[in-house]
């Protein structure tokens, strides 16, 4: 039977033991200084503020509900960093943002994996295109300046553009979190990004795990990683394959740097921490640099069928990426001075002095996406992408040895 009175002791004392005053509990768990006194005169919490108490005074539910900690002597998960009661708390909460409309989603939050309905009358001979991916350095900022959902947005938005640029259409996505201590608010505002991107990007989020390892990841710090699973029929695969000499090679506009060279990034702004309010085209240099990675999905589905070869450029620039879908004995050239660089890319090569070939292949300059196309189709292409996005061309294809060459200097202003 419960001791009410050595329940309300045992919290205040944890409650002294942390330096804090009964307003200063009120205030973390959002509730009245009445509450947080009614609970040290003998009233218990309710089951959910039970959970974030524990959680608030480094403490187990079963603890507070005894008045007593546990012996020293006896070695505890909750005691090497891991609180199961309040973890599986805070996942019960995180269902919501797991339902979903898709009928192929065969069970909910729960179960040990996730069903999902692979039966596709639709499409002959299907085939599935599987990809994983994570947001890099760049989630080290997001945390450090507070754009936990954004980064999801990234996340998932570059998974979504490496199989769409096959063709696929996205299905269901997976996600990672791995953490140091698990905060709740944080890891609810990811899984919130994760979702949303998700329905935005027309897939569904089915499921995926939360990991807290406090002795492998220091407090504070978060490691997302998500992984996709999408369907083309094998006949509709986009490789590259279909690309022809004269084929015209098209520029689809990134909004920045999308998800790569942030590790060159904040090298610059350790060395000049003015640049993280430095102005560029009227918005501060970190607003510039956290804007989500542009989504291309919905641009290039209706396209798919027309076009040669698609590139995602990412890591590595426009040669480290275009050279992927470029066949045997031809050659993408490109005319760099008809690049649109976008400012931020100026600004960056500017302040921090750096040459134009590390510029190419270390950032995507304004080229976030590459289309191949046939003479005939291109401005067929260029006019539906260019109802979403900019939308040019920048070269040819060509007879060659070496698959990506590039005429001329970009004009970085």
């Known amino acids: 039977m419960l001791d009410n009175k050595k329940i309300a002791d045992f919290i205040a004392g944890k409650r002294r033991e942390a330096g804090m005053t009964q307003a200063e509990v009120a205030e973390k768990l959002q509730v009245s200084f009445q509450a947080v006194s009614k609970w040290e005169n003998g009233t218990l919490p309710n089951v959910e503020m039970l959970v974030e108490l524990a959680g608030l005074l480094h403490v187990s539910v079963d603890e507070i509900l005894a008045g007593q900690e546990k012996s020293a002597e006896n070695f505890s998960?909750?005691?090497?960093?891991?609180?199961?009661?309040?973890?599986?708390?805070?996942?019960?909460?995180?269902?919501?943002?797991?339902?979903?409309?898709?009928?192929?989603?065969l069970n909910g939050f729960g179960p040990f994996a996730s069903l999902y309905d692979i039966h596709f009358p639709e499409t002959a001979d299907p085939v599935l295109v599987l990809k994983a991916e994570e947001p890099g350095s760049k989630q080290k900022l997001a945390m450090e300046y507070g754009y936990c959902e954004s980064i999801c947005h990234d996340m998932i938005n570059h998974l979504v553009n490496d199989i769409a640029v096959m063709g696929a259409k996205p299905l269901a996505v997976l996600d990672t979190i791995v953490c140091g201590n698990a905060e709740k608010e944080t890891i609810k505002s990811f899984v919130r990004g994760i979702s949303e991107a998700c329905r935005e990007n027309e897939c569904a989020l089915v499921g995926g795990e939360t990991s807290v390892q406090p002795q492998v990841v220091e407090k504070g710090v978060y490691i997302l990683t998500s992984s996709i699973a999408g369907i083309i029929s094998k006949k509709a695969v986009i490789d590259g394959s279909a690309i022809c000499e004269g084929d015209a090679v098209l520029a689809v506009a990134s909004n920045g740097l999308h998800t790569n060279g942030y590790s060159l990034v904040r090298m610059l702004m350790d060395r000049m921490p003015q640049m993280k309010l430095d102005k560029v085209a009227g918005e501060t240099f970190i607003e510039q640099i956290m804007k989500p990675h542009t989504p291309y999905y919905k641009a290039i589905q209706k396209i798919s069928d027309k076009v040669s070869g698609m590139a995602h450029i990412t890591g590595g620039g426009i040669e480290g990426n275009l050279?992927?879908?470029?066949?045997?004995?031809?050659?993408?050239?490109?005319?760099?001075?008809?690049?649109?660089?976008?400012?931020?890319?100026?600004?960056?090569?500017?302040?921090?002095?750096?040459?134009?070939?590390e510029m190419l292949s270390t950032f995507n300059c304004g080229v976030g996406l590459i289309i191949v196309v046939s003479q005939e189709k291109k401005e067929e292409v260029m006019?539906?992408?260019?109802?979403?996005?900019?939308?040019?061309?920048?070269?040819?294809?060509?007879?060659?040895?070496?698959?990506?060459?590039?005429?001329?200097?970009?004009k970085f202003v």
Do not use: W
């Open 77 to 105: 998960y909750r005691k090497a960093g891991v609180d199961v009661s309040y973890t599986d708390a805070m996942k019960k909460e995180m269902a919501e943002y797991l339902k979903t409309e898709d009928v192929r989603v």
């Open 323 to 357: 050279c992927r879908i470029i066949p045997d004995g031809m050659c993408a050239e490109i005319e760099l001075p008809q690049i649109r660089v976008l400012p931020v890319f100026s600004y960056m090569k500017r302040m921090g002095n750096i040459e134009d070939e």
């Open 383 to 410: 006019q539906s992408v260019g109802a979403c996005h900019d939308c040019y061309e920048i070269g040819k294809i060509t007879a060659g040895q070496k698959k990506v060459t590039f005429r001329g200097k970009m």
